[in-house]
């Protein structure tokens, strides 16, 4: 069966440090996509980053970056010098040869200043 | 650079009343898809769409309906709304399947919809 785990219901980290949120997938095909989104406390879902089943290098956009370990079968997301703007839900998310996307349940992120 | 727009963006409905949901996206995007959210959960998948005309169910589809007239326009359909379907409704798109290549599912922000 297809999941995503996401273990940290919340996560606090300090303004400036790193903090890196936990997901774990599980299936069977070979060919997948994995996705994480931020949903501010203003509802919208905000893409991040992509990481390709068969891209060899990790995936990094700005400040963000997927630690992508496939045997482990993990996708943890990697936020650099937190800001406070970065507090909000965070959503792992795999897309595979299907219509279906399957979520996490998310990981609440506070930022502290 | 509209993307994905759906409305209302909120709305209280009683027991009993029907309402629509409208989705539009302007990316040309085949696939198109209508989620649920409820408190503290994920996401979860009311109806999709593969392009104009074919549509099918997702995982919790009782107590709604679409069509596909358009690749543009996805609007979903709540009949004989219940208090069950409170709850954050996201439209998304997509181009094709999600393993593919820089592939992503975009939202629309989100209906937040009270039944009373």
């Known amino acids: 069966a297809q999941k995503i785990t996401q273990t940290q219901p919340g996560m606090f980290v300090q303004e400036k440090e790193a903090v890196t949120l936990d997901c774990t997938y599980d299936t069977s095909d070979q060919s997948y996509g994995l996705f994480w989104y931020k949903q501010p406390s203003s509802g919208e879902m905000i893409f991040l980053i992509y990481?390709?089943?068969?891209?060899?290098q990790n995936a990094t956009e700005g400040r963000y970056s997927l630690n992508f370990q496939k045997a482990r079968k993990s996708a943890n997301l990697v936020i650099s010098a937190s800001q406070l703007g970065d507090s909000a839900m965070y959503f792992c998310a795999m897309g595979t040869g299907t219509y279906k996307y399957i979520f996490g349940t998310g990981t609440r992120l506070k930022v502290l200043a | 650079n509209a993307g994905v727009t759906q409305t209302p963006k909120f709305r209280i409905l009683k027991i009993g009343q029907s309402m629509t949901l409208q989705c539009t996206q302007d990316?040309?995007?085949?696939?198109m898809y209508w989620y649920r959210q409820d408190p503290g959960m994920g996401l979860k998948l009311i109806y999709y769409s593969v392009g104009a005309g074919i549509t099918d169910k997702g995982e919790v589809p009782n107590g709604y309906n679409v069509s596909r007239s358009t690749t543009e326009d996805f609007p979903l359909r709540l009949e004989l709304a219940a208090p069950s379907q409170t709850s954050v409704y996201f439209c998304?798109?997509?181009?094709?399947?999600?393993?593919?290549?820089?592939?992503?599912?975009?939202f629309g922000e989100g209906s937040w919809l009270t039944v009373v």
């Open positions: 998304a798109s997509s181009y094709t399947y999600g393993d593919r290549s820089g592939n992503t599912i975009y």
């Open positions: 990481q390709g089943s068969y891209d060899e």
């Open positions: 990316m040309n995007h085949n696939y």
